[in-house]
């Protein structure tokens, strides 16, 4: 054989990975799986095993947390998180001492992962298991920082965290070390298919001097999983299926329980004629075939430009052939085994059910292979709203289309209900530039993929869930604002409106202040109105009671104004400035008008403070900047701060003014476009407020006001698919509605019914924007 024979062919004898390492280490400890509550094993049972998925063998048993292991656990965290969130300095040496021993015992961790897992060694010991590491060190310098450059952050408390089989490590990383960082103390809960890296990882942390009860551990399936968010936790943080995340924003409802969701996606790999090809078939190679097609972000959606498809699929195919597929343990081997049966099934259910297209399958040998292997697919011809291009298949299975224009690719890359990442290949920078502002989703690599770093925010948007891990941005989700003393916490009840004695109207005119919808004033579709009157009985006028019709033309009044969303920091700053000096000229009428609704409170407080916050938020409109992170590779990742887009506001009761323009400015500021209800006990300082706003340049259809029932528009607010976040300053029976009911496009929602109304601006901003993570090539 000639050394030409041997790169054409490319056949490798195998080059496998010892596993007797990791299988005596499981053998010490008797071969069970189990709970590290306080610091120690807890309950070791073999309730169900735990397979390698290459072989079909047993690799351990694996204990089944009941909900009284559960509590034990929680109550161990509990009881560990004070004094855990004391020293800042101590929990960054605590974590640092994790990722040395996490380096020290990295190939036991790696080879643990693929004997678990099924994915190639080259992964996990290669990517996994480093970025896992990385994670812990990146983390260990937020702890130090913390308390000088997060004065306003406190912990949350205790953390439930619940993890998928994808990463077992590398997911636990992402979800222990934010935590530690802050001063949270944590319950895990790994996959039921991959428990066992977090059985070494429990040991490290003892080695590490992690105290007794912050770190716990608590293995089972999806009924443990369940025990946990109901647990007495402060947040569940949730990686998983979209399905399961839905049941868990709804049992969360209304709990106080901060949350955050990663799920799953269809993430679009967009090839422009103008592409390197060798470079973005490789791409794809990592983009769908990493980890066998299971991760969250996979490249799953390949859109080829018209021109180049022919070329790029051919070339494609060839790739895929010379894929080597196997047990994991081979060093040799690209692309491992499926996880679990349970998953092949489905893969392959998905796959068979598809009639489109043409599949092409690797011809990769296959036939001595025992486990559960699946082989790399590729389905061409499909059409945007075939199911297998909208649905996730999580495998290794890649399905294709065409498009013409840039515009198209944006249009059938947009087209999809999730929106976690997306990868943009052309060596045209103008026109990278250009495409990736306006994908919809939370991550964009440019002629990369997969790229994922502990600095750099990671998370989606749409039904790809909320919230970011990684970098400043995910601290966030471990983090509230610490109460100010002499902050005061906003009044959960509701005043109830004044009634008047005798029903005799004061004034007879009709004074019925209508909504304010696109920028006009408009009547309510129902016809109805309430009297409002004041302290003394006497009829002040009528409010509209808008119904689920006004909103709905409130939101489409929203969604025409989108060009509020792209208009600069500059022209929204000047805006709310005349904002507020159109208030302020009003300011004595204003100061009125509250006295009259409050029944004797003076309104000048009230209003100086309205016109304070909308100089505040005019200030803050340019000045809201991204960040360009450093990451550990050839290229830069940036933090690019967007609108979140529609924002619905069921604002707060107790103070007729400043309840809508304390949400309204930030929001305005921050290029969102927004539908608010006004208090339903005094709305008439909204009403008039809309003619300020009339008098303002504030473009139609991006502030609506509407005037009402909280509980009777909330539900709507929350289903409706055009709104992208709720915020309720209601009543705390409004806003569980409100979270019970985002679950129908998984939508974020801001509840504020338990916590002070002396948000740092900080929150009001990152409430106010998604972060889109841009991953661009730079620097040498
Ligand atoms: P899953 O969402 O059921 O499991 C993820 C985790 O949630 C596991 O730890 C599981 O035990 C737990 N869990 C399940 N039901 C729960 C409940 N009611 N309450 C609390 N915790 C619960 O995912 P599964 O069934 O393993 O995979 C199914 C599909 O989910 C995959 O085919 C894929 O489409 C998607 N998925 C997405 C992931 C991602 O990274 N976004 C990761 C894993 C799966």
Redo the contacts with the bound molecule.
């Keep these: 054989m000639t050394i030409k024979d041997i790169f054409e062919s490319m056949d490798y004898g195998p080059a496998p990975e010892s596993a007797v390492e990791a299988l005596a280490w499981l053998a010490d400890r008797g071969g069970i799986a189990g709970h590290f509550i306080n610091g120690k094993w807890d309950a070791l049972r073999d309730d169900f095993p735990s397979n390698n998925p290459a072989t079909g063998e047993k690799l351990a048993g694996v204990t089944k947390g009941t909900a009284e292991e559960v509590a034990k656990a929680v109550a161990a965290a509990r009881k560990a998180q004070p004094k855990w969130a004391k020293d800042g300095a101590a929990r960054a040496r605590v974590l640092y001492a994790i990722a040395r021993l996490m380096q020290k015992n990295a190939r036991l961790l790696a080879v643990m992962e693929t004997l678990d897992n099924g994915k190639p060694i080259r992964e996990s010991r290669d990517i996994d298991i480093p970025l896992a590491i990385r994670h812990f060190y990146h983390h260990a310098g937020f702890a130090q920082l913390m308390d000088a450059e997060m004065p306003d952050a406190e912990p949350l408390g205790v953390c439930g965290q ?5 990463f077992p490590l590398l997911m636990l990383a992402w979800k222990i070390a934010p935590a530690l960082a802050m001063g949270n103390t944590v319950v895990l ?5 991959t428990s066992l890296s977090a059985m070494i990882f429990a040991e490290i942390c003892t080695a590490a001097g992690v105290p007794p009860g912050v770190v716990n551990i608590i293995t ?3 009924e ?3 025990e ?2 109901a647990a007495d936790v402060d947040k569940i943080a ?4 979209t ?2 995340g839905r ?2 924003r709804e049992q969360t409802a209304g709990s106080g329980k901060a949350l955050s969701l ?4 269809k993430s679009p790999y967009i090839v422009f004629e103008d592409a390197d090809i060798d470079s973005a078939v490789e791409g794809l190679v990592d983009a769908i075939w990493f980890n066998s097609g ?3 972000c996979a490249g799953s959606r390949l859109l080829v430009q018209e021109g180049i498809a022919d070329r790029f699929y051919a070339k494609l195919r060839t790739r895929m052939d010379g894929l080597r597929i196997g047990d994991g343990l081979d060093k040799c081997i690209d692309v491992g085994a499926i996880v679990d049966p349970v ?1 092949l099934a ?1 893969i392959k259910a998905m796959v068979d059910a598809n009639t489109a297209g043409e599949t092409y399958q690797c011809a990769a040998p296959k036939t001595e292979l025992r486990g559960c292997f699946y082989p790399p697919t590729l389905i061409t011809g499909l059409a945007p709203s075939d199911t297998l291009m909208q649905e ?1 298949i ?1 495998g290794p299975v890649l399905v294709a289309t065409t498009f013409r224009t840039p515009a198209e690719a944006i249009e059938i890359a947009n087209n999809t209900r999730y929106g976690l990442a997306a990868s943009v290949w052309t060596e045209n920078i103008n026109l990278a530039l250009d495409i990736a502002p306006k994908l919809v989703s939370g991550i964009v690599w440019v002629n990369a993929t997969n790229l994922m770093d502990a600095a750099a925010g990671f998370g989606g948007v749409r039904e790809s869930g909320f919230g970011r891990e990684g970098g400043w941005e995910g601290l966030m989700g471990y983090t509230k604002p610490k109460i100010k003393s002499g902050g005061k916490s906003a009044k959960v009840t509701a005043p109830t409106p004044f009634t008047t004695q005798d029903g005799t109207p004061a004034d007879p005119l009709d004074r019925t202040a209508k909504l304010y919808i696109g920028g006009k004033q408009a009547r309510p579709d129902g016809g109805y109105s309430q009297p409002v009157f004041d302290k003394s009985g006497k009829l002040l006028g009528h409010a509209s009671i808008a119904n689920r019709k006004d909103l709905r033309n409130a939101i489409e009044a929203n969604a025409a104004a989108k060009g509020w969303s792209t208009s600069t920091g500059h022209l929204r700053a000047q805006i709310l400035y005349y904002v507020g000096e159109n208030l302020s000229a009003r300011a004595d009428e204003f100061a009125t008008r509250i006295k009259q609704l409050t029944g004797g409170r003076t309104g000048s407080k009230e209003v100086d403070d309205a016109i304070s916050w909308l100089f505040t938020w005019a200030a803050w409109a340019d000045k809201h900047d991204g960040a360009a992170k450093g990451v550990p590779i050839r290229g830069v990742a940036l933090a690019m701060p967007e609108p979140v887009g529609n924002i619905a506001i069921l604002t707060d009761d107790t103070r007729p003014l400043m309840g809508l323009i304390e949400p309204l400015a930030p929001a305005l500021a921050m290029g969102n476009r927004v539908t608010a209800v006004a208090s339903h006990a005094f709305p008439l300082a909204a009403t008039d407020f809309y003619q300020v706003l009339e008098t303002s340049d504030l473009p139609a259809g991006v502030a609506n006001i509407l005037t009402g029932s909280h509980t009777e528009l909330a539900p709507h607010m929350a289903a409706h698919a055009n709104i992208d976040a709720v915020w309720s300053f209601s009543t705390a029976d409004v806003s569980k509605v409100v979270e019970a009911k985002s679950t129908s496009n998984i939508k974020r929602t801001w509840v504020n019914h338990r916590q002070s109304r002396s948000w740092p601006s900080s929150i009001w901003r990152a409430q106010s924007t998604e972060i889109k993570t841009i991953w661009f090539p730079y620097g040498e």
């Design positions: 619940i993890i998928p089989w994808n809960k790994p996959a039921e298919y089972g399936d999806g443990t999983g369940a946990l968010v949730f990686t998983g299926s399905a399961v049941i868990i990663e799920l799953g996606g299971q991760v969250c998953q489905q996730e999580f």
